[in-house]
């Protein structure tokens, strides 16, 4: 299964027989106080800096989030998205809440985005999936509904195969579908890792979707995170998702390794490239 995307002048392909597509996360101002301030003061200075240090890093789709306190994402995104894809030849991941937001960024869009997010919601399938029909986006779908989280790797992915259902109702193919499984704190609960885990692999087996995660979700609140989320997107692609949503300056390389180990990377040339890439002390 294949989905692809377009930037203005590229394609990428997500699927289980090439290597793991990095969607780099950092145009994001969750967490960023800096960048936060700075949206809200209507400075946009930083996306092009971020955009392009992503693309370096190896990242081949850029999430794009201008959603901080108070800020106007239907005014804003589109200059974000506009601002991208005049730095960088990648296609983006329009990520917001706000589903006049997310059209208004499809708008400016060059080439074929993917869309962050829709769950199982009605409400989120009723607002979303449309636009995403209208577009001709990708879109993530994240295995959650009306009642939360399911607790169970069978209850997620049967949330899974409803949006299925109502994305086939509106004409959009299961490979316009990248699942997520959905990465909560190991901090708050052990077992939430090994339930991502089981749930990816049954999304890959019953449905044969491509996948994303946001690794670091995981990692909350414990210490030297980063150790966790290396190993947890090694275990995650074994799982079977392929396009992770992370940090490419501190994950790029170890993606590239996975890739190796995987037998996605012949010769080894992309972790050799990913790591001549890196900046030398």
């Not at 997310?102 to 989120?124: I, P, Q, Y």
């Amino acid at each position: 299964m294949q989905t692809v995307l377009r930037g203005p002048s590229s394609e990428i392909i997500i699927s289980p027989d090439t290597p793991i597509v990095m969607i780099g996360e950092r145009i994001n101002p969750t967490g960023r106080k800096a960048f936060s301030a700075e949206l809200q003061a209507g400075d946009l200075s930083r996306i092009p800096r971020d955009a392009q240090a992503q693309a370096d890093a190896g990242a081949t789709v850029l999430d794009v989030n201008v959603g901080a306190a108070s800020v106007d994402e239907v005014a804003l995104l589109p200059q974000a998205v506009r601002l991208v894809q005049d730095t960088v030849d990648l296609p983006v991941c329009i990520d917001s809440a706000n589903p006049a937001a997310l059209e208004a960024g499809l708008k400016a869009v060059r080439g074929r985005a993917l869309v962050n997010s829709v769950n199982g919601e009605t409400a989120k399938l009723k607002a979303v999936l449309p636009i995403v029909a209208e577009y001709g986006a990708a879109v993530i779908a994240l295995c959650m509904d009306d009642n939360g989280i399911p607790a169970t790797p069978e209850a997620r992915l049967a949330v899974a195969e409803a949006i299925l259902e109502q994305a086939h109702a509106l004409g959009i193919p299961p490979e316009d579908i990248v699942f997520d499984p959905l990465v909560m704190a190991v901090g708050a609960d052990h077992t939430a890792g090994a339930t991502t885990l089981a749930t990816a692999r049954l999304i890959r087996s019953t449905l044969g979707s491509n996948m994303t995660a946001g690794a670091s979700n995981a990692s909350h609140g414990m210490p030297d995170r980063e150790v966790l989320n290396t190993v947890f997107l090694a275990l995650l692609a074994q799982a079977g998702v392929n396009a992770p949503i992370c940090n490419p300056l501190k994950n790029g390389l170890a993606i590239r390794a996975i890739d190796l180990m995987m037998g996605h990377d012949e010769w080894g040339m992309g972790y050799i490239q990913a790591y001549r890439a890196l900046p030398k002390e």
